[in-house]
């Protein structure tokens, strides 16, 4: 029966209010516990807490029994060692129960070891091997502190505090307190052998935790040699302290591989912590070596002198350690590294290749990790509901296609773990597990494995298949993202190309235009008021004019106004700054010999905007009117303007001959027109068909108003010769 949330969390505040307890009754005592004990308190109150939180996190993980145990029999061990070392004299029960104290302690590094990182049991016969040890430990300890001198008095030798026994002391009880006191260390350590057989038939990450287990652990006793080994070390005021971290951190690391917690870091990390400890220790080693050979003796000073040198030469190794990583993570994964250090290679290189080259890392980087058979990548296909074989490692070959529409499990996000009777279709038979890609948008790919061959996948292998589906994901969205960013920069480009090339046309244009101006005004105007002012100096030299010259002369200045009018269409005219482009539209329409329709709306009409945009849409008016009339032929024109979605539309739609707009060359007046648009952030459309006339549609972005004008509304009918009268609005 497994106990509920609350007594675990119970147990465990008990046990760690009961080793702080303990611990503040030997402060105050005569006889202080040791560094040791104190140590047994911070794992006891370490295992306190990884029982909760792996009861909560992974029930399954049958460890957290053991921890709860440890943390159990660590506050006890504690209370008793506290209570008889306060006392003279202990009672034989109390002064029994310190002698085999170490018992229990074992026992439970034993489980640990031996269940140690998934809870199972590391040979079928483990019951009764750790039954076997348990006894013959018990025994043991109970023989000595049965010979013991004085009926096993106390201090208990051997174990508080952890002195051998003397000679004197009879040979049979010398004998079973110290392999009492071996049998403590003995056993533990031949548990951990049982570490070796299941790294080699586990999976990846397995293996990894007890790869991070491993490497704090030895980080732990690296630390407690060393405080142990120093000169000097035993009087620092810091000892107790040091030694707490050094335990601390072994704890951290197991707490990280038994929750499983970015697991993949030590991958990462390990080949840059090789190289600077590495560099740290040949330089502290170099150092003490040159003292000892100078001085001939080896002094604390000549240590502590050493490690900050070390430390200073690791942090100078920094940048250049970059370059040996590789190196180094070649001798520690070999040439195709396993396991969660395939991350390394995803995180290092995705984002740069194609979708086609990623799905092809991807699969082969998801077999190495999880060792299975093998690991195919299927990304969407044109047709809805498939997907596409996109990359694939190891095995047979997969299937090209696979047509998911009537398996909606593909369709949920996240890693999937298949069982014996779950339904496989239409991923291949042998289909241990699969991971549905998907970012916000959408299922971007698929990514299934097969079975392994030592043992199933588990929960732990789903996590980091988890994991390769991340690195995955955040690859694909930074190739998303790039493309697009890609794509509207040659978006922008090509729009940079084409402003420049219509500021050139519109320069062009301009030119061209007074040119026009001139060459009329010489040909046409100029010529006509030259004629008809020679015209009127000869009749002023006639002492009597005829009915009929000046009618010749009415005629002729009447030309010459007609001329102009054609003259001033170019340009740019008073009435469209004084009272806005409907107005200057209805102006213009009002000299056209044809019919022209105005539908603009009285607040349409009433509103200003920019005067470029003015402008613009005027010029566009005049230049499709005048198309309209000379090129299309036509005898019936509507122009409407609206505003609608922040811009506003002038349309202007005839009933002409109409033309093909391919067959326009560069320079003409829809190309002027255009880039006019463009000009203001608007655009411009053309349709034209034989049949149906042509629609000329310009649109661009508003400015707010900022007076106001009067409606423009009706028909304008321009009859032959009186192109100068105003046009009947209504």
């Keep these: 029966m497994i106990p509920r949330n609350w007594t675990v969390r119970a147990i465990a505040v008990a046990s760690v209010s009961t080793s702080v307890a303990a611990l503040v009754i030997s402060t105050r005592s005569a006889h202080p516990l040791p560094v040791a004990v104190v140590n047994v308190a911070v794992i006891a109150a370490a295992a306190a807490t990884l029982a909760v939180l792996l009861h909560e996190k992974s029930r399954e993980n049958a460890l957290w029994r053991v921890l709860l145990a440890s943390a159990i029999v660590g506050p006890v061990a504690i209370v008793v060692l506290a209570v008889a070392a306060d006392q003279h004299s202990p009672p034989p029960w109390l002064t029994a129960t310190a002698w085999t104290l170490d018992v229990p302690l074992t026992l439970v590094w034993v489980l640990f070891f031996g269940g140690y990182p998934d809870g199972r049991r590391p040979v079928h016969a483990w019951v009764w091997l750790v039954a076997a040890a348990t006894a013959l430990h018990l025994s043991v300890a109970l023989y000595a502190w049965s010979t013991a001198p004085g009926g096993g008095g106390w201090p208990v030798q051997g174990h508080v505090p952890w002195q051998a026994p003397q000679m004197t002391e009879p040979e ?190 991807i699969a082969d980087a998801t077999r190495r990790g999880l060792a299975v058979a093998w690991a195919s990548v299927w990304l969407p296909a044109a047709t809805p509901g498939e997907f596409e074989l996109a990359g694939a490692s190891g095995g047979a070959e997969p299937k090209r296609v696979l047509r998911a529409g009537a398996a909606p499990q593909l369709a949920i996000p996240g890693v999937h773990l298949l069982g014996p009777d779950d339904d496989r279709d239409p991923l291949p038979h042998d289909t241990a597990a699969f991971a549905v890609l998907a970012t916000a948008d959408g299922v971007w790919g698929l990514l299934a494995v097969g079975e392994r061959a030592r043992d199933p996948l588990t929960r732990g292998d789903m996590e980091l298949l988890e994991a390769i589906g991340a690195e995955a994901t955040l690859a694909q969205e930074n190739r998303v993202l790039h493309g697009e960013v890609e794509a509207r920069g040659q978006l922008l480009q090509e729009r940079a190309n084409q402003l420049r090339e219509s500021r050139r046309r519109l320069v062009a244009a301009q030119d061209e235009e007074r040119r026009r101006i001139e060459r009329d005004l010489h040909d046409g105007a100029q010529h006509d008021l030259i004629a008809l002012a020679g015209r009127l100096h000869q009749l002023a030299r006639r002492p009597a004019v005829a009915p009929g010259d000046l009618a010749e002369l009415a005629a002729q200045a009447e030309q010459a106004m007609f001329n102009l009018q054609d003259l001033a269409r170019g340009i740019y005219p008073s009435v469209l700054t004084d009272r806005g482009v409907a107005a200057a539209i209805r102006s213009y329409v009002g000299r056209l010999p044809f019919l022209v329709c105005l539908e603009v709306a009285a607040d349409v009409a009433a509103r200003r905007w920019h005067k470029d945009l003015e402008i613009a849409l005027y010029y566009v008016a005049v230049e499709a009117l005048g198309n309209s009339r000379k090129h299309a032929e036509a005898t019936e024109a509507t122009l409407s303007m609206e505003c609608a979605d922040s811009q506003v539309v002038l349309r202007i739609v005839d009933n002409g001959k109409g033309f093909e707009p391919s067959d326009l060359a560069e320079g003409s007046g829809l190309q002027h027109m255009a880039d006019r648009m463009a000009a203001v952030g608007g655009s411009l459309s053309v349709t034209s068909h034989p049949v149906t006339g042509t629609s000329v549609s310009a649109r661009a972005p508003m400015v707010v108003p900022v007076s106001a004008q009067l409606p423009v509304n009706g028909l304008s009918r321009t009859p032959s010769n009186t192109a100068a009268q105003p046009a009947p609005f209504g």
Excluded at 262 to 268: A, F, G, P, S
Excluded at 294 to 302: E, I, N, S, Y
Excluded at 314 to 332: A, D, F, I, K, N
Excluded at 347 to 359: F, H, K, P, V
Aim: aromatic share 6%; proline share 4%.
């Design 172 to 361: 049979l009880h010398v004998i079973a307190a110290r392999t009492s006191i071996a049998l403590s260390g003995l056993l533990p350590m031949l548990a951990a052998t049982f570490l070796i057989m299941r790294y080699r038939r586990s999976g990846p990450v397995v293996r990894q935790q007890i790869r991070v287990g491993a490497i704090g652990f030895v980080l732990t006793v690296a630390i407690e040699v060393g405080l142990l080994t120093l000169p000097g070390s035993a009087s620092w005021p810091a000892r107790t302290t040091a030694s707490v971290v050094a335990v601390g951190i072994g704890v951290l690391a197991v707490a990280s591989a038994l929750l499983r917690w970015r697991l993949w870091i030590v991958d990462r990390a390990l080949p840059r912590a090789v190289i600077l400890s590495g560099a740290s220790a040949a330089t502290t080693a170099l150092i003490v070596i040159v003292a000892v050979a100078w001085t001939g003796r080896l002094g604390a000073g000549q240590v502590q002198g050493a490690l900050p040198a070390a430390v200073v030469v690791s942090v100078l190794l920094q940048g250049y350690s970059l370059r040996l990583e590789p190196r180094v993570r070649h001798l520690v994964y070999g040439d195709r590294p396993h396991g969660f250090a395939v991350l390394i290679d995803l995180a290092d290189g995705l984002t740069q290749l194609n979708s086609d080259q990623a799905a092809r890392l």
